[in-house]
């Protein structure tokens, strides 16, 4: 589980990381798909879920809905970044569950 939760983690590092990036305005349509393949890595929790995995995914689905409009450029790109927001927010619910 500490792998999964550096890996979740360099996912918001600026230089390298999707959601850095997607913050500072650029979209990387694979460093994306690779996020969502990460998300898909993370094993169904118990009744407990760890704090730092929480801190590190729960936050993603609306932030990538913020960056939409300054991290594309063009339809296609808006098209690819709500594809990956959708899952990266199916991704999100399996995981933490909805109520």
Do not use: C, H
Not at 40 to 49: F, L
Not at 61 to 67: D, K, L, Y
């Amino acid at each position: 589980m500490e792998e999964l939760l550096e890996l979740l983690d360099a996912a918001w590092d600026d230089e390298s990381g999707f959601l850095g990036k997607l913050r500072s305005g650029q979209f990387d349509p694979e460093a994306g798909e690779a996020y969502v393949t990460l998300l898909s890595r993370i094993p169904q929790p118990g009744e407990v879920i760890e704090s730092r995995l929480v801190q590190l995914i729960w936050f993603a689905p609306m932030f990538i809905e913020w960056q939409m409009e300054r991290a594309t450029d063009g339809v296609d790109e808006v098209r690819q970044l709500t594809r990956l927001a959708t899952q990266v927010q199916e991704a999100v619910a399996n995981v933490l569950g909805t109520p």
